[in-house]
């Protein structure tokens, strides 16, 4: 399973982007990186022995932050998306690809151990 993963900074980064920008409607989702649940386990518990449970009902083996029909009114930005509203009369983009934690960057083990050091994973 691959899940998102982001600091508290990040987090408060967002918050004030989308103040400084909204219009109305508007959901902003920060581009971030992903991991597969396994390789977080493996960099932050090493020597841990790991017990294999299998999935919980309703669990997906990727996370989606915006789906495809919700790529068609989205803008793509450096460090975030923009989702618009869809409102009557918007002419959409083309089709694209959901943003899932399976195409997203993926994190580093260094750049995990550095979050959980600095105490800023959320």
Do not use: C
Not at 30 to 46: C, D, L, N, W
Request: hydrophobic residues 45%; aromatic residues 10%.
């Amino acid at each position: 399973m691959t899940r998102f993963w982001f600091t508290l900074d990040q987090a408060v980064d967002i918050v004030f982007t989308a103040l400084g920008l909204m219009k109305g409607g508007e959901i902003f989702v920060p581009r971030i990186k992903s991991m597969s649940v396994m390789e977080m386990f493996k960099t932050i518990a090493p020597k841990t022995k790991l017990i294999l449970t299998g999935m919980r009902p309703g669990e997906k083996i990727h996370e989606t932050l915006i789906n495809e029909d919700e790529m068609m009114h989205t803008e793509e930005f450096n460090n975030y998306f923009i989702i618009k509203p869809e409102l009557f009369g918007v002419e959409y983009m083309d089709k694209r690809e959901a943003y899932t934690s399976a195409n997203a960057p993926r994190l580093l083990r260094e750049e995990l151990l550095q979050m959980v050091m600095e105490s800023k994973l959320i």
